[in-house]
């Protein structure tokens, strides 16, 4: 079983920058795809970013060159480094793992409690 705990939320200003990190415990993440979700009040949970056991990554649209996900295997952590954050950033961020990991929540096994990002304008 994996365990996986996100910390680095809180509350910024519009512009500002925030760096979450997901830890993960219970077994190493080999060949895992770990990624990034958010959920805003009464949405949907949507796709952020995923990278790869190997390091290939890919963004949704909406924080394409402003968001930056990277990981460390041999700490079994993921981060995602968040600038020019905006108001409708707000949400509460999870991080998955899985295998099969790509853009779909279906596609992940593991996911952690989530943090609260706070963007205000």
């Known amino acids: 079983q994996v365990q996986l705990v996100e910390s680095g939320g809180g509350l910024v200003q519009a512009g500002g920058s925030l760096r979450l990190s997901c830890a993960a415990s219970?077994?190493?993440?080999?060949?895992?795809?770990m990624g990034w979700f958010r959920q805003a009040p009464g949405k949907e949970r949507v796709f952020v970013a995923f990278?790869?056991?190997?390091?290939?990554?890919y963004y949704a649209d909406s924080v394409k060159g402003r968001f930056t996900i990277s990981r460390d295997n041999a700490k079994n952590t993921v981060y995602l480094q968040m600038n020019s954050l905006k108001p409708e950033d707000t949400a509460v961020y999870y991080c998955?793992?899985?295998?099969?990991?790509?853009?779909?929540?279906?596609?992940?096994?593991?996911w952690g409690q989530g943090t609260q990002v706070t963007v205000s304008s």
């Open positions: 998955a793992a899985g295998p099969r990991g790509m853009v779909r929540t279906m596609e992940y096994d593991y």
């Open positions: 990278i790869t056991w190997s390091g290939g990554y």
């Open positions: 219970g077994r190493a993440l080999v060949g895992d795809t």
